[in-house]
């Protein structure tokens, strides 16, 4: 939303945090300014300027759990004082609020541009819209238009919270729609900047499908490994969940694509090997990892295999696993450290979760893997540190007749 322009025109950001800016000056910005009565009242009446908002509706949303025996009165006092605020701000001496019939209005006397409001008009135009050029670039500006949650401190108030559901339903369709026609025109630049975008905005989306099939229609292809690699790491280890089941389809379906330039097996194995001699453990990420216990699977058919899957995970003083803060972090850290000092180098390792790793150890015994959770043990444990790791073994069975999943 643009910021400069006319000085008697007044701009409103909604998305992410609440700012009104007169004049180059910002009046309201920052969480804690836009958590108070006035910042309150300015967002129903500047939000609702069409229609308004009722007297009853502004109460109840002001007023919320407070008891207070005039409730009209402290509504008067509430608009009385915003009046004196907007004045001193420097904008025109009006009657900034208009009440007709029991509704409050914003005054027509100050234009108002709001970042919500241009995002539903760029996509009712776009939705009008008959030339395909001029309607990519309507969608595109839609999209760019939307800059976070609706009002994102103001997640509890139900008002708000029904915008933010409704805005971000339009700006999931403005994405979907754009992508459409970026594909038919194989606009695969805009493409990629749109899902990287849409990813940061609106994540846990499964935006990163958009960029992935962009890096691979333009040929990319390094790049559209890593940022395969990146993405699972992403939702495993930084948000600690599993990507969806359909994130993780899109994704594997468009990382079969990626293809490879003509090469001679000497150059092709090359490639293939670890760089470095890479000392303790190996550790990759859980797509590379989940292969590894499927491969291990199939091997074990043939039998002579004796394999153990460990889970190591961060315990407070209580055993209780630790799930978030900032010492889990740290705690998580110093975990992967002990256990690739401690494992062998033909283990493998993933870092599953925060504060949780995987170790799957080849050719060995029960009593080997009491022996390597000491070693850890061992590495980790520092002083009269409370904390600690709890451990769960189990045997790797081959299951030839079943889909094999970790």
């Not at 029991?102 to 008959?130: C, F, M, S």
Request: glycine share 8%; charged share 25%; hydrophobic share 35%.
């Amino acid at each position: 939303m643009e910021k400069s322009g006319e000085n008697s025109t007044l701009y409103v950001q909604m998305f992410g945090n609440f700012s009104m800016i007169w004049n180059g000056r910002q009046l309201i910005g920052g969480t804690k300014s836009a958590e108070t009565q006035f910042a309150w009242l300015m967002q129903l009446l500047l939000h609702n300027r069409e229609n308004g908002i009722s007297r009853n509706r502004l109460e109840e949303i002001l007023f919320e759990g407070r008891d207070i025996a005039d409730l009209h009165h402290a509504a008067r006092s509430v608009i009385y004082n915003a009046k004196k605020k907007l004045r001193a701000a420097g904008l025109p001496d009006v009657n900034y609020i208009v009440q007709r019939e029991g509704v409050y209005y914003w005054t027509r006397e100050i234009p108002v541009i709001e970042d919500a409001a241009e995002l539903e008009r760029l996509y009712r135009e776009a939705e009008n819209e008959e030339d395909p050029e001029r309607q990519q670039q309507l969608y595109l500006e839609a999209c760019y238009t939307y800059t976070g949650e609706f009002l994102e401190v103001q997640t509890g108030v139900v008002w708000a919270a029904q915008e933010a559901r409704r805005y971000r339903g339009l700006f999931c369709a403005c994405v979907e729609k754009a992508v459409e026609l970026l594909r038919i025109n194989q606009d695969y630049i805009q493409m990629q900047e749109l899902g990287l975008y849409a990813a940061r905005i609106n994540p846990l989306a499964d935006w990163e499908t958009v960029t992935m099939e962009a890096l691979i229609s333009l040929g990319r292809d390094e790049e559209a490994r890593k940022f395969y690699d990146d993405t699972v790491e992403l939702y495993f280890q930084e948000q600690g969940l599993r990507p969806s089941g359909q994130l993780m389809e899109l994704l594997n379906k468009l990382g079969a694509q990626i293809g490879h330039h003509y090469a001679v097996l000497d150059d092709i194995q090359a490639r293939l090997a670890e760089e470095g001699e890479g000392s303790g453990g190996y550790i990759c990420s859980y797509p590379v990892f989940q292969g590894i216990y499927r491969m291990i699977e199939r091997i074990m058919e043939r039998g002579g295999q004796s394999v153990y899957l460990m889970l190591c995970t961060v315990v407070d003083s209580k055993g209780n696993p630790m799930k978030d803060g900032a010492m889990l972090e740290e705690l998580s850290e110093r975990l992967g450290e002990a256990i690739q000092q401690s494992v062998r180098r033909g283990d493998a390792i993933n870092k599953y979760g925060k504060g949780q790793y995987l170790v799957l150890m080849l050719n060995t015994t029960r009593e080997n893997c009491k022996i390597l959770q000491r070693r850890i043990n061992y590495h980790f444990i520092v002083g009269r540190q409370r904390t600690g790791i709890q451990y769960y073994v189990n045997s790797v069975i081959c299951t030839p007749d079943r889909e094999r999943i970790v």
